[in-house]
């Protein structure tokens, strides 16, 4: 006799993780949708929706607000930028993988020095690369007075600038961890494809390109949904190399939507306004991936 | 509702020792290892004169004192807390959050300037006690300035654009700063504005009650605006952080700066004879000197619950003996006038002589003004340094936030 049928003893061994689930996941994302008709300051007592404090107020007035802000449209297309050039890394790091998946002990030691960076907390990633471009002084300034491509009195400057430009030196940044982290990716998808199937096609006449295009690149699918997924989280949440080489400026020119959330959160402490923003980071990351998903789904039919 | 309130209680829980009649507990942000040092002494020395007081500190970092405040000065207090004067003071007191401690102030006003009382006074009531505050103005290098033949540091305006003038001829950056951070820049708009327009109607604008659009408010920028397109600043500004500008003055790539004394404490041991403080310049004779000197303050909450021995510890904070020491060992100035300021120090010496000219003393933009429209002023600060063109367009920036603020 059965002590308990098969779905109770599954609840049973599945509470605790749905409790921790619960509390630190679920709980999170439907306080911050309240909060985020709210305009809590974070120290006033509990907070009642905006339309219910003050009736001739839209409950949504913070979104109203979010959505006629020049800050918002800047971050939002500055993590277009990051979307667009941060993508990349998932091309550099298939690259890379192809290049290095060979067993010499040389290869494995370029693999190991490409890891490193990704060994290295992002803080000093975004210390390393802002002490490159340091105008004057930088590693950049160095080299390029050093070889006459810049007068002696001049800086080279690129993230002095307001505007688009400085996001390229934070996303480069972002990129040299990244493209390291997607190479390992590869080489573990690489390393788990069935060698007879590259003997059978190299017999059957197919040349490198082929092979690539239409062998190993199909196999490793599984992998470039995993690599692509972390990309896309990881150029929409952008936050900390830019809080360390910029904090978002010069005058917001690097600012991103998750950046954008703290500075309203704990700088102006607006925690109202600040959780409508994570509202709308959070609606763009599930629909992108979401998107994702469906167009895999579709080539796979 | 219940959630939020059983997480924040248990938080508090967490955080704050249990507490008997006779404690007192002291949550302070200053983790800083020297100030933490000099505290745990003048906690010891509180202690021998008041030993039937157990005595809890709880130290913070900054940054996270700054956001953990909020939920528990509301809820469960300490009967001491430390704290910023200004706006970041008025804050708490607007809600009723602060305890008035006149009672404290009444006898030892007289040892007090009236600057400082004003910064501690709030709709007639005095709220906070200070310990140590610290002033603002030029470090310059000696060497550079007598090497463009330039004898005495300058005084007035005309003398300061001369100066920048000459620099600049010798192809010296005149002026470092780093404005990564923002709050650099903020320390010249305070200047300027207090310099041409006077310390009443800066701290209306910081209050809210001015506008940005005000001609006065573009004054200010149009100087600002001049002094950047003469080359005034190191170009790489807005890329470095105020750290890094201070490198530049060290490494003598750029002859002055204007920041907080607490730099002096950083000056590298072989050129501390090249370098020299200077206040900032007049610019209007006609306006009462006003400078930028921040004030630490101590109150006690409105929830705290032992107030008497919270008064007890402010009474002891305000002494002359107890102001000396502490200030003697972190390097600041003591508020009260009474105490004698480190002698062997001669940035220090500068800093009282500095300030005891000052009518009034501001507290610094960030701590002057709202969060929302210091923020939005210190970008805007930004960027005109990065591209000094459109006066017009940032002033209105900073007005638009300043009237959804102040409508509420």
């Not at chain 1, 788990?192 to 590259?198: A, C, D, I, R, S």
């Not at chain 2, 940054?63 to 469960?76: D, F, G, H, M, S």
């Not at chain 2, 008025?90 to 006003?109: A, C, M, N, S």
Request: proline share 5%; aromatic share 14%.
């Amino acid at each position: 006799m059965k002590l308990f049928d098969d779905s109770k003893s599954a609840w049973v061994f599945l509470a605790p993780s749905l409790v921790l689930y619960g509390l630190y996941v679920l709980f999170p994302i439907v306080f911050t949708f309240y909060l985020s008709v709210t305009a809590w300051d974070g120290i006033s007592s509990f907070p009642l929706p905006i339309c219910m404090t003050n009736p001739e107020t839209s409950c949504l007035s913070n979104f109203k607000e979010l959505f006629e802000a020049e800050l918002f449209w800047k971050s939002f297309t500055n993590n277009l930028l990051w979307l667009v050039f941060f993508g990349m890394s998932p091309l550099f790091g298939l690259f890379l993988a192809l290049f290095f998946h060979v067993k010499s002990s040389f290869a494995s030691a370029l693999k190991t020095l490409l890891f490193m960076p990704m060994v290295f907390s992002l803080i000093v990633v975004g210390m390393i690369w802002s002490w490159f471009l340091q105008p004057g002084f930088g590693l950049v300034d160095t080299i390029l007075h050093f070889f006459k491509l810049l007068p002696p009195d001049q800086e080279f400057g690129l993230m002095t600038r307001l505007g688009l430009a400085p996001n390229a030196g934070v996303i480069l940044a972002a990129i040299w961890p990244h493209s390291a982290y997607c190479m390992i990716l590869y080489l573990a998808g690489l390393s788990n494809l069935p060698k007879n199937v590259f003997e059978a096609a190299l017999i059957d006449g197919a040349n490198r390109w082929q092979l690539l295009w239409h062998v190993i690149l199909p196999m490793l699918k599984p992998a470039t949904i995993i690599v692509v997924i972390v990309t896309m989280i990881g150029a929409l949440r952008a936050f900390d190399i830019v809080a360390i080489m910029t904090n978002g400026g010069p005058a917001n020119s690097t600012n991103t939507l998750a950046l954008y959330m703290y500075q309203e959160t704990f700088v102006n402490f607006r925690y109202g306004y600040g959780a409508s923003i994570a509202v709308v980071l959070f609606m763009i990351s599930v629909g992108l991936i979401l998107a994702y998903l469906r167009q895999i789904k579709k080539g796979d039919a | 509702m219940s959630t939020f309130k059983v997480k924040t209680w248990a938080f508090i829980l967490f955080f704050s020792s249990t507490a008997h009649a006779g404690d007192l507990i002291i949550n302070s942000m200053h983790s800083d290892p020297d100030v933490k040092k000099a505290f745990a002494q003048l906690l010891d020395d509180f202690k021998k004169e008041n030993s039937d007081i157990k005595v809890v500190l709880n130290t913070t970092s900054h940054e996270a004192y700054k956001v953990q405040i909020r939920t528990w000065l509301p809820n469960k207090a300490p009967d001491i807390a430390t704290w910023f004067a200004g706006n970041r003071a008025r804050y708490f007191i607007d809600k009723g959050l602060v305890e008035p401690i006149d009672d404290v102030w009444t006898g030892i006003d007289k040892q007090f300037s009236d600057s400082i009382k004003d910064v501690v006074t709030f709709h007639e009531k005095k709220y906070l006690m200070p310990l140590s505050y610290y002033n603002w103005g030029f470090y310059y290098r000696k060497d550079l300035f007598e090497k463009v033949g330039v004898k005495t540091p300058p005084k007035t305006w005309n003398e300061f654009t001369a100066v920048i003038e000459k620099l600049n001829k010798a192809s010296v950056s005149p002026i470092a700063i780093g404005i990564k951070d923002g709050w650099p820049a903020a320390a010249w708009f305070d200047y300027l504005n207090m310099r041409l327009h006077g310390y009443k109607f800066h701290m209306s604008l910081m209050a809210g009650t001015e506008s940005y659009l005000d001609p006065k408010v573009k004054k200010t920028f149009e100087v600002w605006q001049s002094l950047i397109k003469s080359n005034a600043f190191n170009k790489s500004a807005a890329a470095i952080s105020w750290q890094e500008a201070s490198a530049l003055l060290w490494q003598g790539k750029a002859a002055m700066y204007l920041m907080g004394n607490f730099i002096t404490t950083q000056i590298p041991k072989n050129i501390e004879d090249q370098i020299g403080f200077f206040p900032f310049p007049t610019i209007n004779p006609e306006v009462p000197t006003a400078e930028v000197a921040p004030v630490d303050v101590y109150f006690i909450p409105a929830k705290a619950a032992h107030k008497a021995e919270a008064k007890k510890f402010l009474a002891f904070l305000a002494k002359p003996e107890t102001q000396q020491k502490f200030n003697q060992s972190v390097k600041l100035m003591p508020t009260n006038f009474i105490s004698k300021t480190d002698g062997g120090d001669r940035f220090l010496k500068a800093g009282v002589e500095t300030l005891s000219h000052a009518k009034n003393v501001s507290q610094f933009f960030d701590r002057d003004a709202d969060p929302e429209v210091a923020k939005a002023g210190m970008d805007s600060f930004v960027e005109l340094m990065a591209r000094p063109d459109d006066i017009n367009a940032i002033s209105k920036k900073i007005e638009a936030v300043r009237l959804r603020v102040y409508k509420k």
